[in-house]
């Protein structure tokens, strides 16, 4: 599209996604813009498959980067790495706690975990609020990350930490983003969809739960 009125038009971008992560990538246009920073300041949780390949280590942690070496990794098993996951969790969950800075003996405290409210309302470093293996298949396996304040090439690092831990090496195969805050691959547009009615359409279809999540979280 293009012409006279549209060159006055903003696009604005939310979390990015670095050239080797796919999936969910949210765009303000327009006053959206303003509503991008709302959002942001929401601190809500974005949701991630990872693959993961046991056996190697490369220099960038993925799959495509310059191999470092190669390991075995037969002794692996699904429970030792789900053991590795709760651990991971569980720490994770105290630097929630240490970040959100809210009294947990408190009545707002309770009410706050109930409603999945507690976040850091502020600058973190990453914090993974839930991590569980969907798929295991040696050397193959795929995890669901959900996280705040992250970075793709902080996954493909959990995934070579996680391989370390189990005395073997590993490698990102995949980060994909299939939730940032409240939009779904659902509403997402393939790029077999970017035009003017598409794109007026997912506007329409997101304001409602971009309204109720604003006033839910910054009131």
Not at 84 to 106: E, P
Not at 194 to 209: E, G, P, R, V, Y
Request: proline share 2%; hydrophobic share 40%; charged share 25%.
């Amino acid at each position: 599209v293009q012409g006279p009125r549209f060159r006055q038009l903003k696009i604005g971008a939310g979390h990015r996604l670095d050239v080797k992560a796919s999936g969910v990538f949210v765009l303000g246009i327009g006053h959206g813009n303003k509503l991008l920073t709302d959002l942001y300041n929401c601190h809500l949780t974005k949701v991630y498959t990872v693959g993961g390949l046991f056996g190697k280590a490369t220099d960038d942690f993925s799959d495509t980067g310059k191999l470092v070496e190669k390991t075995t990794f037969d002794h692996i098993t699904r429970e030792k790495l789900e053991r590795i996951l709760a651990v991971i969790q569980g720490t994770n969950h105290k630097a929630l706690l240490m970040h959100s800075n809210i009294d947990m003996k408190t009545q707002e405290a309770y009410e706050l975990a109930v409603k999945g409210l507690i976040r850091p309302m502020g600058k973190s470093p990453p914090i993974i609020t839930a991590i569980r293996c969907l798929q295991f298949a040696l050397p193959e396996f795929q995890l669901e990350i959900h996280c705040l304040h992250e970075t793709q090439q902080y996954l493909r690092k959990i995934v070579h930490e996680i391989g370390l831990e189990l005395k073997s090496s590993a490698v990102c195969t995949q980060v994909r983003r299939i939730r940032d805050g409240v939009f779904t691959l659902d509403d997402a547009l393939l790029r077999t969809q970017w035009n003017l009615q598409s794109i007026q359409n997912a506007i329409w279809d997101c304001q409602l739960k971009v309204k109720t999540e604003l006033e839910k979280t910054l009131g």
